[in-house]
């Protein structure tokens, strides 16, 4: 007998599970789908794309390749010094580092290194046309770790453009 009342209490219990999820007007399989996104690796963002700061006098940039499986490696650069792509708050600066992931095709989340030793994730918002990825493109520092108030340095408005040929990309680097 205390075998059975098990039964029908486990029983009871997953019915009122799953009453209660189909109840709630699909909130969870929404909420399950979100969460799917994060960590995925939108093709819009896989390739390579070039870091440049148009506002100075010579040519500063950085190509960087974002493979499909999540990695960011640097592959080529001119006059950069290592500071493009720089994002501040404080007296603490992250530049671009080791990973990728996405949220949808408009937010891209970076692995990024900081000066006080710790590795951050940045949230980077980009337009929702992705026709435009081959011209310049500002995106939108969101966050940093979840912290608001992360920017460009006052020295550097790097912006970045999606790059289908290196070769041509990179034409005038290096004579």
Avoid at 6 to 26: K, Y
Avoid at 56 to 85: K, M, P, T
Avoid at 138 to 167: F, N, Y
């Amino acid at each position: 007998m205390r075998f059975r009342a098990g039964m029908i209490s486990v029983r009871l219990a997953v019915c009122c599970l799953l009453l209660a999820a189909s109840s709630c007007g699909g909130k969870v399989t929404d909420d399950a789908a979100r969460a799917s996104e994060v960590g995925a690796h939108d093709a819009r963002f896989a390739g390579t794309w070039v870091l440049e700061d148009p506002n100075l006098d010579s040519i500063h940039a950085e190509a960087w390749s974002f493979s499909a499986d999540g990695s960011v490696a640097l592959v080529d650069q001119i006059n950069s010094g290592n500071d493009l792509g720089a994002m501040e708050h404080g007296s603490t600066s992250c530049r671009f580092g080791d990973g990728w992931s996405s949220e949808g095709s408009t937010t891209l989340r970076l692995t990024v290194r900081c000066t006080d030793g710790r590795s951050r994730t940045a949230t980077l918002a980009f337009p929702e046309d992705a026709s435009k990825n081959t011209q310049i493109v500002t995106v939108q520092i969101v966050d940093v770790d979840g912290e608001d108030g992360w920017a460009r340095p006052k020295w550097s408005d790097w912006q970045m453009h999606k790059c289908t040929d290196l070769a041509v990309c990179t034409r005038g680097w290096h004579r």
